[in-house]
């Protein structure tokens, strides 16, 4: 059965703090990997990760995809309270369909 | 990018009653999704839909449920006979290009 599971499930930090999130997975037929941040409503697109070892990076967050051991890490670096929100992983597949996994709630106190 | 527009933002219904949600993507893109979230939890997979048929659906997904895209632009879920359990924020979601999904901003369905 396929797996995403996220890693932790909820963090608080202070403005400033530097934050990684992890999602490991276990699916097949895996195409890519990507990242998104909901806040109030719907999720909205971070990152798509589909090689290994290549970072992507936007501004303050960045991301990367290790293939063979299946799993993603996503920075956070000098974090604003704007940055609270849950982060969802979601593997693709190759047939273009997504799951997602649980979410990181991050809280980012002034 | 354009955004996808899904209507209502909120619909209260009974228990058992049927509800019909809205997703106006642009047109010309063939892959389209549900996906549905209950309160506190994780955004789950209901049905893809691709070139005006279904082409994969969830354990969710099941009789009560259908998709239909009637006019060739709007793009509906439909749930015959509403159940408490139903109760949850349903997005429709369109395939882009270069970067994953685009997720309309969802109908909140409050089934009492």
């Known amino acids: 059965e396929d797996k995403v599971v996220q890693s932790p499930l909820s963090l608080v930090v202070h403005e400033g703090d530097t934050v990684t999130l992890n999602c490991s997975y276990e699916v097949t037929n895996f195409r890519s990997l990507l990242w998104y941040k909901q806040e109030k409503k719907a999720p909205t697109f971070l990152f798509m990760l589909?090689?290994?070892?290549i970072e992507k990076k936007s501004g303050r967050l960045s991301s990367i995809l290790d293939k063979k051991e299946l799993f993603s890490i996503l920075n956070i670096t000098a974090t604003q309270t704007g940055d609270s929100a849950v982060y969802l992983c979601?593997?693709?597949?190759?047939?273009?369909?997504?799951?997602f996994g649980a979410g990181t709630r991050l809280t980012v106190k002034p | 990018e354009p955004e996808v527009t899904q209507t209502p933002s909120h619909q209260v219904t009974q228990m058992g009653q049927e509800v019909i949600l809205r997703c106006v993507p642009i047109?010309?893109?063939?892959?389209f999704y549900w996906y549905r979230q209950i309160l506190g939890q994780k955004v789950e997979f209901l049905v893809s839909?691709?070139?005006?048929?279904?082409?994969?659906k969830s354990e969710i997904f099941d009789d009560q449920f259908s998709v239909e895209r009637p006019d060739g632009s709007n793009f509906t879920l439909k749930i015959r006979s509403t159940k408490l359990e139903d109760s949850a924020m349903y997005f429709c979601?369109?395939?882009?290009?270069?970067?994953?999904?685009?997720f309309g901003s969802g109908t909140r369905l409050t089934v009492v």
């Open positions: 979601a369109r395939q882009a290009p270069n970067y994953g999904y685009t």
């Open positions: 589909t090689s290994s070892g």
């Open positions: 047109s010309n893109h063939l892959y």
């Open positions: 839909f691709y070139n005006n048929e279904i082409s994969e």
């Open positions: 979601a593997p693709r597949y190759n047939n273009n369909d997504m799951r």
